[in-house]
């Protein structure tokens, strides 16, 4: 059997009754949140339809029952449950009001196990905030005050994180943090000639992948030394699916 595809194929604007144009959206099951032509978020489910705050979607928690937006301009990010939208959580006083450093919140997520929990990644440090007691807990431990979290995954039940320790020396670890045992270890340290621009994981967890503005280095905390350039001049990169 041959199926043909128009070489190109017509769209349109697809257009929700209340709502308007529609210029992105995420589904889970049968509810969306939808982003209109003009910025602005909405729920809807059946006949429901509920204007959020925010202009981004973050994520849907593993139940589908909450999840995330941010407002961009204002750096604020919001989580709300689907079966209560009166009860927004403001994730941003919550952290600042629990939070031990003056820190812009850089980028949030649903803990894998736990929808009440948080993940939260500040310049400072990553952190677990229960949204329920209001407690924040740090993952990882930073020494310095010099030395910040750039970015990080999560893989299984630990989070992997890239963290700069000296700016002078350019130097850089690869950490790891166990969701369930609150276990702690520094898988890699190593040097870059100029700072990361992207963070990548493969698929196992088991190497990473760096960016910079010239050039693409592998991480692999098994092998001595564990960061080698292997590519220049790249744009993106990605690893294949059996982790090489």
Same mark, same amino acid.
């Given at each position: ?17 209340? /709502? +308007? ?10 509810? #969306? /949140?939808?982003?209109? *032509? ?15 705050? +925010? ?17 961009? +301009? ?11 939208? @009166? +009860? ?5 006083? &919550? ?21 009440? @929990?948080?993940?939260?990644?500040? &310049? ?18 930073? @020494?310095?005050?010099?030395? @910040? ?11 992997? *994180? ?34 990361? #621009? ?10 990473? *992948? ?25 744009? *993106? &990169? ?7």
């Amino acid at each position: 059997q041959i199926i043909l595809i128009p070489h190109i194929i017509p769209t349109q604007p697809i257009l929700i009754p209340k /709502v +308007g144009t529609l210029a992105s959206f995420s589904i889970y099951g049968d509810e #969306r /949140v939808v982003k209109t *032509a003009t910025g602005t978020l909405y729920y809807t489910k059946d006949t429901t339809i509920q204007k959020l705050r +925010g202009d981004t979607f973050i994520e849907w928690s593993r139940e589908g029952n909450r999840f995330i937006t941010e407002d961009t +301009g204002r750096r604020i990010f919001y989580r709300y449950s689907t079966n209560d939208f @009166k +009860g927004l959580f403001n994730i941003n006083a &919550a952290f600042e009001n629990r939070a031990p450093e003056k820190s812009t919140i850089e980028k949030v997520d649903f803990h894998p196990f736990d929808q009440e @929990k948080i993940l939260i990644q500040s &310049a400072g440090n990553l952190y677990v905030m229960n949204t329920t007691r209001i407690e924040l807990t740090p993952l990882l431990r930073i @020494k310095t005050p010099q030395e @910040k979290v750039l970015d990080w995954t999560i893989g299984d039940r630990t989070i992997y *994180a890239l963290t700069e320790k000296s700016v002078p020396q350019k130097e850089y670890a690869l950490m790891s943090s166990n969701l369930i045992l609150g276990t702690e270890n520094v898988a890699a340290t190593f040097t870059l000639p100029e700072p990361p #621009r992207a963070f990548i994981a493969s698929p196992s967890h088991t190497r990473f *992948a760096i960016i910079t503005e010239h050039a693409l280095y592998l991480i692999d905390p098994t092998t001595t030394p564990c960061c080698k350039k292997i590519a220049e001049n790249v744009v *993106a &990169a990605t690893f294949s699916p059996d982790s090489k």
